[in-house]
């Protein structure tokens, strides 16, 4: 699981408030990315980050923001929860060492009421 | 844009059949594409990574193979089984860029019935 944990794993919040969810790695590969997973959607990516500091927009960013100070540490912010914003999120990295592979998080259910 | 597509959104197989589940994209410069698995509930997976200049992949009873020309992958799972139940997805990553950006297929979703 390349040593992958995602906090928290499940959050009910209002409407209108931020929130921060937390991708943490253990082993300091480069290359770390943001998806939610809806049905009919399936999963899209909304930021990733090609190194401390360094991050980019993917297909779904509006509403989203990203930090990384740490390279073990990626954090997606909701600026103003919104409905359309439930789903499961889930983190990833690749893998430089095996062909840019990816490996999952296990996800955060967040479900914006 | 990259579009993937999978084929069948679902299917449903008796124990010990060895079946075929189909993966295709739009754009042929990939990268690579890899094939996941999820179970309901849970995080994907990784069954399978093929490089954009392989032809195929095997790990234990599953073999995927890549036409990256016409923009075809495909999953062989041998002697199915019940544990093997769950949902099956297909990504390619682009090939112009030095990021493994995963564009994503709805998945299949198999039932092995004992």
């Known amino acids: 699981d390349a040593g992958i944990t995602q906090s928290p794993r499940h959050k009910v919040t209002e409407t209108g408030t931020p929130v921060t969810l937390r991708c943490h790695q253990t082993?300091?590969?480069?290359?770390m990315y943001w998806y939610r997973q809806d049905p009919g959607h399936g999963l899209r990516l909304i930021h990733y980050?090609?190194?401390?500091?360094?991050?980019d927009k993917g297909e779904v960013s509006d509403g989203y923001s990203v930090s990384r100070s740490k390279t073990e540490d990626f954090l997606l912010t909701l600026e103003s929860a919104t409905s359309s914003q439930t789903s499961v999120y889930f983190c990833?990295?690749?893998?430089?060492?095996?062909?840019?592979?990816?490996?999952f998080g296990p996800g955060t259910r967040l479900t914006v009421t | 844009k990259q579009e993937v597509t999978q084929i069948p959104a679902a299917l449903s197989v008796p124990e010990g059949e060895n079946l075929v589940l189909n993966c295709s994209f739009t754009?042929?410069?990939?990268?690579?594409l890899q094939w996941f698995r999820q179970d309901p509930g849970k995080g994907l997976t990784s069954l399978l990574l093929?490089?954009?200049?392989?032809r195929e992949q095997t790990s234990g009873r599953l073999n995927a193979s890549l036409d990256k020309s016409s923009g075809r992958s495909t999953l062989y799972i041998a002697a199915s089984q019940p544990g093997d139940s769950a949902t099956y997805l297909c990504?390619?990553?682009?090939?112009?860029?030095?990021?493994?950006?995963?564009?994503f297929g709805e998945g299949t979703q198999l039932t092995v019935n004992p």
């Open positions: 082993e300091n590969h480069r290359y």
């Open positions: 093929i490089q954009s200049s392989q």
């Open positions: 990504a390619v990553s682009p090939g112009k860029t030095s990021g493994s950006r995963l564009t």
């Open positions: 980050s090609y190194g401390v500091k360094d991050t």
């Open positions: 754009d042929s410069a990939i990268y690579n």
């Open positions: 990833a990295i690749s893998r430089s060492d095996r062909g840019r592979e990816q490996y």
